[in-house]
Nanobody, 123 residues
Framework: QVQLVESGGGSVQPGGSLRLSCVVS????????IAWFRQAPGREREGVSC????????YYADSVKERFAISRDIAKNTVYLQMNSLKPEDTAVYYC????????????????WGRGTQVTVSA
């Protein structure tokens, strides 16, 4: 019954912006940590951002800090990832995932995943 569905991906020029959404069902955001991961072809899946369950404290990978912002709307069961100043290196499939903590951005620590949404940044 646990589901996470990403949306908002697309193609954008370098320096542009996108906002990804992760709509969840089957659990309560206030009791779950939600992370965004990304994976490019031939590369390992890497953690991008995470938001904690109770306090909503955000965490960011160094590569996206100051450019991306994670947030949530409890009433809408949605977690967002606002992506600004996008770079070609940000091109990847972006996934949201549910886990027990945000201390580390290890994919194995997250047990429920969405299907992903493609983000392409190119001129």
């Amino acid at each position: 019954q646990v589901q996470l569905v990403e949306s908002g991906g697309g193609s954008v020029q370098p320096g542009g912006s996108l906002r990804l959404s992760c709509v969840v069902s089957g659990f309560t955001l206030e009791k779950s940590h939600i992370a965004w991961f990304r994976q490019a072809p031939g590369r390992e899946r890497e953690g991008v951002s995470c938001i904690t369950s109770y306090s909503g404290t955000p965490y960011y990978a160094d590569s996206v800090k100051e450019r991306f912002a994670i947030s949530r709307d409890i009433a809408k069961n949605t977690v967002y990832l606002q992506m600004n100043s996008l770079k070609p290196e940000d091109t990847a499939v972006y996934y949201c995932a549910r886990g027990l903590h945000c201390a580390y951005q290890y994919p194995d620590d997250f047990t429920s995943w969405g299907r992903g949404t493609q983000v392409t940044v190119s001129a």
